[in-house]
């Protein structure tokens, strides 16, 4: 396995020596960010740069940024919060966002951000995992979704609203009123490079959401990879697009990036394709990470997107969170002006993994090498542990030798979970690739049923059981369907209780349930009725033959997977209805 070792670590070494020590002697992630640049006389470097939906533009120095995470703290320590204590965010794309996030790191807590269109049901399940001891949103938020989170929770989290968008309630903290009258925190706690930073909640092929931890030494891969990956340099504008609830929207959304000295670009509008070509023109963006959805639907607007638009200062096109197909590659490179450029990495991961370097031209179609430090292959797992496969284009498991400094630290509470994401010194990843004689990889898919919508990871477990909450369901499959836009779309299979009838009004009916309890980005977008679901022996629902009846493909012997002998036709393609709505 030699042929894969990039293990070059001197490349962390360059990353800890620049972003140096806390003054406490430790690291902190918030002080290596940001505080240290202040501190150092730095403070009038053009840190953020808010894009309101109007248009218009607010913009923060470094100084201003590190005094509002500071006052932040303060308000944070006054309303009980303890060194290790864990802050939930959920928050839309401003900069009480990026203020609450440093600032929770600043004191010494968890950070723990949420995507602002969950549900009730999922806001539940994460802040009940993550033992949340504040959630900070707002008050439109909280009105019409973290209020019945947080009154179904037998400990609930403090509360600490920004008033913008909604009512204030009388009992509620008021956000602007606390930190406009706090003494900024100025030095962070005293924190190590191993202790717990921030919590990331994604969803798991069956159960409850899964918890990853991260230390604050983690930041030595993010700035490390920001820089040779993405190619970010002190005084770049850069633009991320992803919400900060997502990992990459914290980690390279907000840390990494403020570590480099780049100025941060924050889209507070929604997407809308020429807005957001023209926004990358107007505000000179020079790096811009993105997800290849994103690219696919500029793609649908054709080659005229960009005409009339100065983008000569973008130089590096990188996209995240589900494969970049090589048709987006070629369009970006002849309609942007060049071409789009595949990262690979997960929550677990910490940061970018396999990719191309900034300096090198992108093969279409493939994601790239190991970055320096890192050591990847491609496994089997057997009954006694993993071996390598054979060789160039034989599919494998990706699995990194570990350790390496942005490395989770486990899944909360669930040491079972974590260790079986390792064997022979390898995390194993549970996606699929192949390698070309070149030694790149080319991604194939997951080795679980996780479905990737947008960039999201979406548990089938989770929707079913949402599902399954309403009056009509008496059993749910949930699967992913390809989708041209959105890489894929969630759809569920549905069986009826007795005497309940299928129908367009039904579906439609239970599809706007589980909008309500998910929010858009988990919900189903179709709803097939079935009058049986196949099953294994155990009882668990068969989801490959819900997807390969789905696409038409051949669904094998569903005898060896049934307690019972095969109809002459599946009997979960009775009933089937057309996707309502649209990716």
């Not at 993105?290 to 000569?312: E, F, K, N, V, Y």
Request: proline share 9%.
């Amino acid at each position: 396995m030699t042929e894969d070792s990039r293990r070059d670590e001197t490349v962390w070494d360059a990353s800890r020596a620049t972003l140096g020590t806390s003054p406490a002697g430790g690291f902190n992630m918030a002080w290596a960010a940001l505080g240290r640049r202040v501190a150092a006389g730095q403070g009038a470097w053009p840190a953020l740069r808010c894009i309101h939906p109007d248009g218009t533009v607010t913009a923060w120095t470094a100084g201003e940024l590190w005094a509002m995470a500071g006052r932040t703290a303060t308000v944070l320590r006054r309303l009980g919060m303890e060194p290790g204590d864990t802050v939930f965010t959920l928050l839309p794309r401003r900069v009480e966002l990026f203020a609450t996030l440093l600032g929770t790191l600043l004191g010494g807590g968890v950070a723990a951000p949420l995507f602002p269109t969950f549900g009730p049901e999922p806001l539940r399940l994460r802040l009940e995992l993550g033992q949340a001891r504040l959630l900070v949103t707002t008050a439109g938020l909280w009105q019409r979704k973290a209020a019945a989170a947080v009154a179904a929770m037998a400990d609930p989290p403090a509360v600490l609203l920004l008033a913008e968008d909604g009512v204030l309630p009388p009992e509620a903290h008021d956000f602007a009123e606390m930190v406009k009258g706090a003494a900024p925190q100025t030095v962070p706690a005293p924190t190590g490079p191993g202790d717990v930073a921030l919590l990331h909640v994604t969803s798991g092929t069956t159960g409850r959401p899964k918890g990853a931890l991260h230390a604050h030494g983690a930041l030595v891969a993010q700035h490390a990879t920001a820089r040779c990956i993405l190619g970010l340099g002190e005084g770049d504008v850069y633009w991320c697009t992803a919400d900060p609830g997502w990992v990459t929207g914290t980690l390279y959304g907000v840390l990494a990036p403020l570590a480099c000295g780049t100025e941060v670009v924050v889209d507070e509008g929604d997407f809308d394709p020429a807005r957001w070509v023209r926004l990358a023109a107007e505000q000179r963006v020079a790096v811009w990470y993105t997800t290849p959805t994103a690219l696919r639907l500029m793609m649908r607007c054709g080659d005229t997107l960009a005409r009339g638009l100065d983008l000569s200062a973008l130089r590096h096109l990188a996209t995240v969170g589900e494969p970049l197909n090589a048709e987006a590659v070629d369009w970006s490179a002849r309609v942007l002006g060049i071409p789009a450029r595949d990262t690979w990495w997960q929550t677990e991961t910490g940061a970018i993994m396999i990719a191309t370097p900034a300096i090198e031209a992108p093969e279409p179609g493939a994601i790239g090498r190991p970055v320096p430090g890192i050591e990847a292959t491609l496994l089997r797992r057997t009954g006694q542990g993993v071996e390598p496969v054979a060789g160039p284009g034989d599919v494998g498991e990706i699995a990194l030798r570990t350790p390496w400094p942005s490395l989770f630290l486990g899944y909360l509470g669930d040491e079972g979970r974590t260790r079986a994401c390792f064997a022979g010194g390898w995390y194993l990843s549970g996606d699929l690739a192949r390698r070309d004689a070149a030694g790149r990889f080319h991604f194939v898919g997951r080795s679980d049923d996780v479905i990737k919508t947008s960039g999201h990871l979406v548990g089938p477990f989770e929707v079913e059981q949402v599902l399954l909450q309403h009056p009509a369901v008496l059993e749910a499959g949930v699967i992913g369907i390809p989708c041209p836009i959105a890489g894929e779309t969630v759809k569920g299979y549905v069986t009826l209780r007795p005497g309940i009838a299928a129908s367009d009004g039904l579906a439609a009916d239970i599809l706007a349930h589980a909008r309500r309890a998910l929010g858009p980005a988990l919900a189903p977008r179709a709803i097939a009725f079935a009058p049986i679901l196949p099953h294994t022996s155990s009882g668990k629902i068969v989801r490959r033959l819900l997807k390969a009846h789905d696409l038409g493909l051949p669904e094998g012997d569903v005898s060896s997977v049934t307690d019972n002998p095969p109809p002459a036709a599946p009997p979960w393609s009775q009933n089937s209805r057309a996707p309502l709505g649209t990716p």
